[in-house]
């Protein structure tokens, strides 16, 4: 079956750190692109960043909120994605969704997780 | 940033209705707009890529349109199973950007 499962969320204190994974099963991850995409709660979606395969050299983009803070990464022999998040603020609240970015010719954001949800509180 | 807005907002509409929504960007995007369906507690779906691509599963009742700044996408006969909140994105430059959302609610 073709899917994407996140993991890792829960309720960490502001100024802490959580890494979510994403596994990827019924497709090549490695020769996928990838992203991670968030919505706050009653809020609309907020795209996270972006990486793209090894083979095309591996390049991540990130959203300016969350630069400097996450870091994408990946690990082609397990199929899973990660997102590091360092110096959660409150405003890092949200559900995390990891997606499949399809690219050349067309480019959009194609298999979606179910999503795991962060929440940043003391 | 591309800024992406959609309207309305929220819109009431019965079943069979033909339901529009819009979405217009603040620089053109050329065609690259695409639009994603959500319900509550569910995670996104792809509808249409690429403006007028309808994802594979997607019935046939959607369809998108547009080009440069506005775009289109239509319900052409609104089913109980399509009440639910619709986004565009533009996937031209990054950051890729969300426009705010349109919920469909029932009449």
């Known amino acids: 079956e073709v899917q994407l499962v996140e993991s890792g969320g829960g309720l960490i204190m502001p100024g802490g750190s959580l890494r979510l994974s994403c596994v990827a099963s019924g497709f090549t991850f490695s020769n996928t692109y990838m992203s991670w995409v968030r919505q706050a709660p009653g809020e609309g979606l907020e795209w996270v960043g972006r990486t793209r395969t090894k083979a095309d050299g591996g390049t991540i983009e990130y959203a300016a909120p969350v630069k400097g803070r996450f870091t994408i990464s990946r690990d082609d022999s397990k199929n899973t994605l990660y997102l590091q998040m360092d110096s959660l603020k409150t405003e890092d609240t949200a559900v995390y969704y990891c997606?499949?970015?399809?690219?050349?010719?067309?480019?959009?954001?194609?298999?979606w997780g179910r999503g795991t949800l962060v929440t940043v509180s003391s | 940033d591309i800024q992406m807005t959609q309207s309305p907002s929220s819109l009431s509409a019965s079943v069979g209705d033909r339901v529009t929504i819009t979405c217009r960007a603040s620089q053109s995007i050329r065609s690259y707009l695409n639009w994603y369906q959500q319900k509550p507690g569910k995670a996104p779906q792809l509808l249409i890529y690429?403006?007028?691509n309808v994802q594979s599963g997607v019935p046939s009742r959607f369809s998108g349109s547009g080009s440069g700044t506005d775009f289109t996408l239509t319900i052409s006969s609104l089913q109980p199973e399509d009440f639910a909140n619709y986004y565009c994105?533009?996937?031209?430059?990054?950051?890729?950007?969300f426009g705010g959302g349109t919920k469909v609610e029932i009449k």
């Open positions: 994105q533009q996937s031209k430059d990054f950051p890729l950007t």
């Open positions: 690429s403006t007028f």
């Open positions: 997606t499949t970015y399809s690219h050349s010719p067309y480019y959009y954001l194609g298999l």
